[in-house]
């Protein structure tokens, strides 16, 4: 009996000690709120285990001791963050586009300055073409924006429909002021050339061309040439217009030869003009030139069609030399190929020194304006006629 007491006692105080011992495993339950030190005190989950069962049998389950809970969390978290900063840098986007369509829509009601300016404070000449070229830039950020992903497929659809919808307006105010400022000035006058004639050059041939009296008296560093032109028939218009100097025949040319696109040459380096003239129909065109990095343009009816650099940089045109209306030259003022003849009319045809801006040139097509070239100003005094070259009274802005 006394062993059986002694038994029963040394259980209960073995069972009394494990329990003792066990009390520090759980500190969460003797602790709560912001007071309990997680770095002194690890933080540890208990989970009851009957007595006579293998603890191997029960696995950890709390928080952080595996399981795909806590790693779906986070990978749902990263993607909440990721798709709060796409949103926030599609809004920037859409609101950057639609300040700028509030401005052209402005100016197309007549609402706006005369001037519009970028985001740099830069100076953009508000005609027309200028506001096209800025529609063509707001189409392709619109595009952009559409390509990129988003999984709030309601709140981008809305925007970006609101985007388009604008567009489309500006499109079809831009295509009432085209309309309107067509050929017509600010007054809504058409402004007449002071020297109105065309000279035309029937047929090719060896003989036929104009000479222009006045010549550079000093090297220049840029040039603008413009002119009205309509094409004759037949495959390439020719050359409407050379200038020579001693030692070089192709110092500065236009030439359309056979059928080869439109050609600049300058000191006998060529550049392709992508110009669409041979629809027997009156255009102008402008080409300008610079020096500094061989800059040119051209431009057609007074919209850009092409630019480049690289074309004779750093070579000056140089003086003394003779300006030839529809002939190539291959000697100073002479040596003319049939083969290379201008075919066609041409009309107001200037030179300047200088590299004239687009709102000038534009001008100048929409005869809104009319400059007269410091180096060549179309007259019938200065251009003197050889071979039976035709000229009639002709203005092109009536």
């Not at 309990?36 to 540890?44: A, D, G, I, L, Q």
């Not at 191997?56 to 952080?64: D, E, K, L, S, V």
């Not at 001693?246 to 600049?264: C, H």
Request: charged letters at 20%; hydrophobic letters at 35%.
């Amino acid at each position: 009996m006394r062993n059986s007491q002694s038994l029963h006692l040394s259980t209960s105080l073995i069972r009394l000690v494990f329990f003792i011992l066990s009390l520090p495993l759980c500190p969460a339950s003797a602790t709560s709120g912001s007071d309990h030190n997680y770095v002194t005190h690890p933080r540890f989950v208990c989970t009851p285990i009957p007595v006579d069962a293998d603890p191997a049998c029960f696995p950890p389950t709390g928080p952080g001791m595996g399981g795909s809970g806590p790693t779906t969390i986070l990978h749902l978290r990263e993607s909440l963050v990721q798709q709060k900063e796409t949103i926030l840098d599609q809004r920037e986007t859409i609101r950057e586009l639609t300040a700028k369509l509030t401005l052209c829509e402005g100016f197309g009601q007549g609402a706006a300055s005369p001037h519009m300016y970028t985001d740099t404070g830069r100076d953009i000449t508000s005609s027309p073409e200028q506001m096209e070229r800025m529609l063509q830039a707001l189409k392709k950020r619109l595009d952009n924006l559409q390509q990129k992903r988003n999984t709030s497929t309601s709140y981008s659809s809305s925007l970006t429909e609101l985007l388009q919808r604008n567009i489309n307006t500006l499109e079809q105010q831009l295509s009432v002021l085209n309309r309107k400022s067509s050929f017509t000035g600010s007054s809504g006058k058409k402004t007449k050339s002071p020297e109105a004639f065309q000279i035309g050059f029937p047929m090719r041939t060896n003989y036929m061309y104009g000479r222009v009296k006045t010549t550079l008296l000093h090297e220049i560093f840029a040039l603008t040439l413009c002119l009205w032109i309509k094409a004759g028939v037949g495959p390439g218009m020719g050359t409407p217009f050379s200038y020579s100097v001693p030692g070089q025949a192709n110092e500065l040319v236009l030439i359309e030869w056979g059928n080869n696109p439109m050609e600049l040459l300058i000191d006998d380096k060529a550049v392709t003009l992508p110009l669409s003239l041979s629809d027997g129909k009156w255009h102008h065109m402008c080409v300008t030139w610079s020096t500094r990095d061989g800059q040119w343009e051209v431009f057609q009816d007074g919209v850009q069609r092409g630019s480049g650099e690289n074309l004779s940089a750093w070579h000056p045109v140089r003086p003394g030399g003779v300006f030839i209306l529809g002939q190539e030259q291959d000697a100073l003022g002479g040596r003319f190929d049939a083969t290379q003849s201008f075919v066609g009319e041409i009309s107001d045809l200037n030179m300047w020194s200088h590299v004239l801006p687009a709102r000038d040139i534009y001008s100048l097509s929409s005869c809104s304006s009319h400059l007269n070239g410091d180096v060549i100003a179309w007259s019938e005094t200065e251009v003197e006629l050889h071979g039976g070259v035709t000229k009639y009274p002709f203005d092109p802005c009536s």
